[in-house]
């Protein structure tokens, strides 16, 4: 599987954005989608996952709110929709796919990461 995210970009504090990540192949059902983030010198941390079936969620506290996650499977794509953006949720996004719904970084495939820049 290959996932392709897309959508980051620089904006102000309070405003909405909306990223993207495609994933190649049919198998795009088989897989649970996260969102992964990691700040400037920081370790990369979970932010959202979607299970495969039943729409089955997870979010990190730090994000519950403001954040949603959704997949088209129709698509083979995978959205995060991020509400009220704060200085502190920039960070280089990455999309990911794996077999369990888990907040671990036990994903089987990464995307390449798109830059979300909020400034104050």
């Known amino acids: 599987v290959q996932l392709q995210a897309s959508g980051g970009g620089l904006v102000q504090a309070g405003v909405s954005l909306r990223l993207s990540c495609a994933a190649s192949?049919?198998?795009?059902?088989?897989?649970?989608m996260g969102w992964f983030r990691q700040a400037p010198g920081k370790e990369r941390e979970f932010v959202a996952a979607f299970s495969q079936a039943g729409g089955g969620t997870r979010y990190a506290e730090s994000v519950k709110g403001r954040f949603t996650i959704s997949r088209d499977n129709a698509k083979y794509t995978v959205y995060l929709q991020m509400n009220n953006l704060e200085p502190e949720d920039t960070a280089v996004y990455y999309c990911?796919?794996?077999?369990?719904?888990?907040?671990?970084?036990?994903?089987?495939?990464w995307g390449q990461g798109t830059l979300v820049t909020v400034s104050s």
């Open positions: 990911a796919a794996g077999p369990f719904l888990t907040t671990s970084h036990n994903y089987d495939y």
């Open positions: 192949g049919r198998t795009f059902s088989n897989y649970v």
